[in-house]
């Protein structure tokens, strides 16, 4: 494990619905459209085109990664358990039994993303 983080699923779905407004801005590429995820000290941003949503929560390590927004978006609304506990490693991202192939990046420390 490099980087993890662990929140409320109602709070990541809260987060994901505001950054919703990003696919009504960019329909024509919605398909596409790539959620960056930021993993700090207590919190994580996730960012779309022109929006960005921090959500304060448990966190170990300092790591960046891109997922496309829609396939997170579906994972967590269809996420059975109230509580999400994602672990990041070397291009994959894993919460439960399910595992997603990401682009990763991670950092010493967050004090490069300040």
């Known amino acids: 494990m490099l980087a993890s983080f662990k929140l409320k699923t109602k709070e990541l779905n809260n987060a994901l619905k505001m950054l919703k407004v990003a696919l009504k801005l960019k329909a024509s590429n919605k398909l596409n459209l790539m959620c960056e995820v930021t993993i700090k000290d207590g919190q ?11 959500v304060i929560c448990e966190t170990d390590g300092t790591a960046k990664f891109v997922i496309p927004y829609l396939q997170l978006d579906y994972f967590v609304k269809t996420f059975k358990q109230t ?11 894993i919460c439960g039994n399910s595992r ?6 991670f950092f010493k420390d967050d004090n490069i993303l300040m």
Do not use: R, S, Y
């Not at 994580?44 to 921090?54: N, R």
């Not at 997603?100 to 990046?105: E, G, K, M, V």
């Open 44 to 54: 994580i941003d996730l960012c779309v085109p022109g929006v960005l949503q921090t």
């Open 83 to 93: 509580e999400m506990d994602f672990t990041l490693f070397e291009g994959e991202l």
């Open 100 to 105: 997603f192939a990401i682009d990763t990046t």
